[in-house]
């Protein structure tokens, strides 16, 4: 929370309520769900994990933090040892006031924008994108922002306090004063078209400092023309798809055609099972079953949805594709293509490593991949080895699309998800992110392939957040990693998420050209021509020997007929 706005910390402090505990009270359970955090004011508590006790907390502490992250069991129990005073608050009035206040400060930008003639002709589109691009910087009273005769490339709108411009003077030594300029009053237009000459000084007028809003250069003309350009390549791929939207073989199947050959994956909301349709042994499916009753229970009715959503319109040969989908009163169920080659992750475990050639490609595929989402302005958020399957030419699918969400351009969502390890800063930090976010994963991707872990871990998520935030300079890169390939990581890596390499004008196709990619032959790539580095051994379409054993579900979920899923 110290990354957080003092007008942010206000509103939080203003939402909080006191609660009182008793001594032996339980005021956490381990395993529990959880959406409080609490600041304790008065009193002591146990922090105990396993009936082990692991310390004690006392005034001023802050414990089950994670919790106004996102929905998640609590990993200890807190138990007070006296009578305790505590302040709390819930994730969903924490997250509010994190979006309410960074949609306001977007449009106070918007606003601010709107005023300046370079700015008019702007999309809302565009202006939100150049909008959450300003750089907020301080100046002290009497500091000087643009001094007579400097070289610039910065244009700087006045969001608190006043300026004194003033010019040298013929008739005088001192410089003239020219005139004042205050809040939503702007300066150096011109350097964002061409470097600038500065005519005038530009110092700090106000006893409490002055807050401008900047932006350089080169974020300017990268943004300026990057979502025609991302609309234009949208089109295109928009004549490209042609791919049926069925199979004619599973035009008129149900539910109970499909017979389970063997399970594929097991995860929290369900599993995934090897199916074939009755009398027919030729080909097989990826039968998803999602339970109803979790789904309910976690909340993430609208995330399964939108991946339905969205997984049965893709026509991209980069990720699986969803052929139909039913449901009855415990399951939804989703019938994909099958990719018998197994998880990245599990080829990666047996490995250990990858080198740069191999890497170079499984990271194409998801470029790729990306390049496609990206284009219909859709955000993935789930980028990792386990969620990247192999088919039977050794080249790489994206599959689980459950945080995946149709954003648009230029526009943010708040809501926090994604493996920690893998979570960018921004979405930590709850400002609201946009494809940007990833750019960012799949820097860590690269990093996991080429090591065999992630850059950024920790024994418990919030841990991890912290290293996150920190940044990826403050992380040693293995001697292994070539120096290409660690400028490549390093430039989606950044802190800000304008910055980063495939934001731009070129969106991933900056990436694509990118030196470490020097050579790569993407065209065959996206033809299916070039060799993978490497082809599973599969048998045959009931062949899962590439992917690990699991145990029969025995847990059987109650029924869900609430209806909320009508439409899926």
């Known amino acids: 929370m110290k990354n957080l706005q003092t007008s942010q910390i206000r509103e939080i402090v203003d939402c909080m309520y006191p609660v009182k505990y008793n001594a032996d009270s339980m005021i956490i359970r381990e395993g529990d769900v959880g959406s409080l955090v609490y600041v304790m004011e008065e009193g002591r508590v146990d922090v105990r994990k396993g009936g082990h006790q692991l310390g004690t907390v006392g005034p001023g502490k802050v414990f089950g933090e994670l919790a106004i992250l996102y929905n998640c069991t609590r990993t200890a129990s807190i138990i007070a040892t006296v009578p305790c005073k505590l302040w709390a608050i819930d994730r969903q009035c924490f997250q509010s006031i994190m979006v309410k206040t960074g949609l306001l400060r977007n449009n106070e930008n918007k606003q601010l924008l709107k005023s300046v003639p370079i700015f008019k002709e702007q999309s809302e589109e565009a202006l939100s994108k150049i909008a959450d691009s300003l750089e907020e910087m301080h100046y002290n009273n009497g500091e000087y922002i643009v001094r007579h005769g400097a070289r610039g490339d910065t244009f700087y709108v006045i969001a608190h306090g006043k300026v004194r411009v003033t010019r040298k003077s013929s008739s005088s030594a001192d410089d003239a004063a020219v005139k004042t300029l205050q809040r939503g ?71 109970n055609d499909f017979c389970i050959i063997d399970t594929l994956g097991v995860g929290g909301f369900g599993r995934v099972e090897l199916v074939q ?51 009855d009163r415990k399951y939804l169920y989703m019938v994909m293509e099958s990719c018998l080659g197994g998880e990245l992750w599990t080829l990666l475990r047996d490995k250990g490593t990858f080198d740069d050639s191999m890497t170079r490609f499984y990271t194409g595929c998801v470029v790729e991949a990306f390049a496609y989402l990206h284009g219909k302005g859709i955000v993935y958020r789930d980028l990792k080895p386990e969620n990247l399957l192999i088919d039977h030419r050794g080249y790489i699918k994206l599959v689980d699309f459950g945080f995946a969400k149709k954003i648009g351009h230029g526009r943010k969502t708040w809501t926090f998800c994604g493996t920690p390890e893998y979570v960018a800063p921004e ?119 590439n992917f690990d054993d699991y145990p029969e579900d025995v847990d059987l979920p109650p029924d869900d007929i609430s209806g909320w899923d009508k439409d899926f």
């Not at 106000?206 to 350009?229: F, N």
């Not at 399964?304 to 026509?315: H, L, Q, S, V």
């Open 427 to 545: 979405i930590i930090l709850n400002k609201g992110h946009d494809l940007s976010a990833d750019l960012w994963s799949l820097g860590i991707l690269m990093f996991e392939l080429l090591t065999g872990g992630p850059p950024f871990s920790a024994s418990d998520p919030m841990k991890t957040y912290n290293i996150i935030l920190k940044g990826i300079d403050a992380i040693d890169f293995p001697r292994k990693i070539t120096k290409n390939a660690q400028n490549l990581i390093r430039k989606v890596c950044r802190e800000n998420p304008c910055e980063r390499l495939g934001y731009g004008r070129g969106g991933v196709k900056d990436i694509q050209k990118h030196k470490w990619f020097e050579g790569f032959n993407w065209d065959g790539l996206r033809k299916g021509t070039l060799k993978p580095p490497y082809v599973p051994t599969i048998k045959g379409p009931t062949d899962t020997s």
């Open 185 to 255: 009053d702007f300066f150096g237009e011109g350097a964002l078209e061409r470097e600038e000459i500065r005519t005038a000084n530009v110092i700090a007028s106000d006893p409490d400092g002055v807050d401008c809003l900047c932006l350089d250069r080169q974020t300017y003309t990268q943004l300026i023309s990057t979502l025609d350009d991302i609309h234009r390549d949208s089109l295109e791929d928009d004549k490209k798809e042609c791919l049926p939207a069925i199979p004619h073989e599973l035009g008129s199947i149900r539910l």
């Open 277 to 327: 349709v009755k009398n027919d042994n030729t080909r097989t499916y990826a039968l998803k079953q999602l339970k109803k009753h979790h789904i309910v229970e976690t909340r993430q009715q609208e995330h399964i949805m939108n991946e339905k959503r969205i997984m049965t319109e893709a026509r991209c040969d980069f990720i699986v594709r969803l052929y139909r989908t039913f449901k």
